[in-house]
Antibody, heavy 123, light 105 residues
């Protein structure tokens, strides 16, 4: 069973870049064709889709974050990453990585989740 | 696409049945999933494609709906079912409902 684990700084200064990594274990990131996604959860906005990448490197980002977000895949390290630039307090949230097989059954894009990591953006 | 979930909170007793509703701002076919989240934990996928239970999920959970209105019903509530539930649409990008907190009465 594939497992995901987020890691990265828990505290980021306002205007700086938030960087997180999601390590994939239990299977190779290239064992099939998957979406590799980031979702965040804050008290104010609930669950919010951040973006995703597939095994071919195709990306899709939340339009509200476009221009600030980059998701990349590192198959050699069996992990994928999130970068969010120009952060503000509004980016304070628990960030989850998630995955689902392609083609995804409807509603099943986020099949397996990491445990989440809290990132606080401070001024 | 907006997903309006109701109620935002719900109190029930062990053994009761409850229903949670999500209404989409436009028709989304069958592109709906339901998640359960317990405090301090990640959401867990329960149901996808409106009504298909993920492997290992109790048959006390059921989903219905089409178009713009979708429901999650939990029958014969057990203590482990008290949690927060979210719907998701992935018809066009991805939008979650605001959540329903299910508490023990």
């Amino acid at each position: 069973q594939m497992q995901l684990q987020e890691s990265g700084p828990g505290l980021v200064k306002s205007s700086e870049t938030l960087s997180l990594t999601c390590a994939v274990s239990g299977d190779s990131i290239n064992s099939g064709y998957f979406y590799w996604s980031w979702i965040r959860q804050s008290a104010g906005k609930g669950l919010e889709y951040v973006g995703r990448i597939d095994n071919s490197g195709n990306v899709n980002y939340n339009p509200s974050l476009r221009g600030r977000v980059t998701i990349s895949l590192d198959t050699s390290m069996n992990q994928f990453s999130l970068r969010l630039t120009s952060t503000t307090a509004a980016d304070t949230a628990t960030y989850y990585c998630a995955t689902g097989k392609i083609p995804a059954s409807p509603g099943r894009t986020f099949d397996i989740w990491g445990q989440g990591t809290l990132v606080t953006v401070s001024s | 696409i907006q997903m309006t979930q109701s109620p935002s909170s719900l109190s029930a007793s062990v053994g009761d049945s409850v229903t949670i509703t999500c209404r989409a701002s436009q028709a989304i076919g069958i592109d709906v999933g339901w998640f359960q989240q317990k405090p301090g934990k990640a959401p867990k996928l329960l149901i996808y494609e409106v009504s298909t239970l993920k492997s290992g999920v109790s048959s006390r959970f059921s989903g219905r709906g089409s178009g713009t209105e979708f429901t999650l019903t939990i029958s014969s509530l057990q203590p482990e079912d008290f949690a927060t539930y979210y719907c998701l649409q992935d018809y066009n990008d991805y939008t979650f409902g605001q959540g329903t907190k299910l508490e023990i009465k």
